[in-house]
């Protein structure tokens, strides 16, 4: 079953957890999917976590349209959705015009970094009946990559509150809170309408994302994600042992081998003999 905003509202409704991860190939997409992740995520971290790049900063539409198109050939039902890389919102007509390229790659929303500034862009948006998922507190493209906690006085928490308040009024479907006290990530949570999806931000959110690396264990550890693979170490072993294979002669064997017939490699043979 396909799984569209509705399905993800009614979730919140039904305090049923939201499950979200990112993810930028097209095999991981299909276990995704096959795994029943609610939101598969091409986000922007695309850039640090396999591009390479210093910062999310450095990614490119050109970027996100590949993976996001590697990625929706592996979703049937998830619910998909694409990061705008840095300034590809910068104001409400190239906002639009790179969303629409979005969609016509597949994407069935599109997520975009800020706060309260970003309310036009997202009214611009959801006006032309594009779904937005709002993201605020720490923002990688204007923070960069380390994050501090938002939300740990009173004036930043009123200010985030108002921010998704106002979000969430303009026709955003969805907000991402990102490191976030986990007391101003439940205020929100109970006061928009709209289902929060926390990273950092702690438990009371309506769901969670993590970035696929972290908790595959691609990368250095992180205290908000959870490691549920050591990939970093298996793969590792995997290629010492695949060099020491090929190196030893005890890889390929017979079994990855494959043979012509004997009669058919008798002829060739006597062929090379009479050419010679
Ligand atoms: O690009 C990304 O991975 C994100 C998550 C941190 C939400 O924006």
Redesign the pocket.
């Known amino acids: 079953m396909k799984k569209d905003i509705g399905f993800l509202r009614a979730k919140k409704q039904q305090q049923q957890p939201i499950t979200v991860l990112?993810c930028y190939d097209y095999p991981t997409a299909c276990l995704q999917d096959e795994g029943g992740i609610d939101i598969v995520?091409v986000?922007?971290?695309?850039g640090t976590n396999i591009l390479g790049y210093k910062s999310?900063t450095e990614v490119t539409m050109a970027d996100m349209r590949h993976h996001l198109k590697a990625v929706r050939r592996g979703v049937s039902d998830a619910y998909l959705l694409v990061?705008m890389p840095y300034a590809a919102d910068s104001d409400a007509e190239q906002a639009i015009a790179n969303a629409k390229l979005f969609l016509s790659d597949g994407a069935d929303g599109v997520?975009l970094?800020g706060g309260i500034e970003k309310v036009p862009i997202v009214t611009a948006l959801a006006e032309q009946g594009i779904e937005t998922c709002a993201?605020i507190g720490h923002n990688?493209q204007i923070h960069g990559t380390k994050a501090a906690t938002h939300g740990r006085t009173f004036a930043k928490a009123k200010r985030l509150i108002g921010a998704a308040s106002a979000l969430a009024d303009a026709g955003a479907k969805l907000i991402?809170l990102?490191k976030i006290t986990e007391e101003v990530s439940q205020i929100i949570t109970e006061t928009v309408d709209i289902p929060t999806i926390g990273?950092g931000a702690g438990r009371f959110c309506d769901g969670q994302?993590l970035?696929i690396n972290d908790i595959l264990g691609i990368g250095p550890p992180f205290k908000h994600a959870k490691r549920y693979q050591d990939y970093n170490q298996l793969t590792f072993e995997a290629i010492c042992q695949y060099r020491e294979e090929v190196a030893n002669r005890i890889f390929p064997t017979d079994a990855n081998a494959s043979h012509i017939p004997p009669d058919k490699l008798e002829r060739v043979q006597k062929w090379l003999k009479s050419n010679r």
Do not use: Q
């Open positions: 990112t995520f986000g922007d971290s695309v999310e990061d997520k970094e993201h990688p991402v990102e990273i994302v970035v």
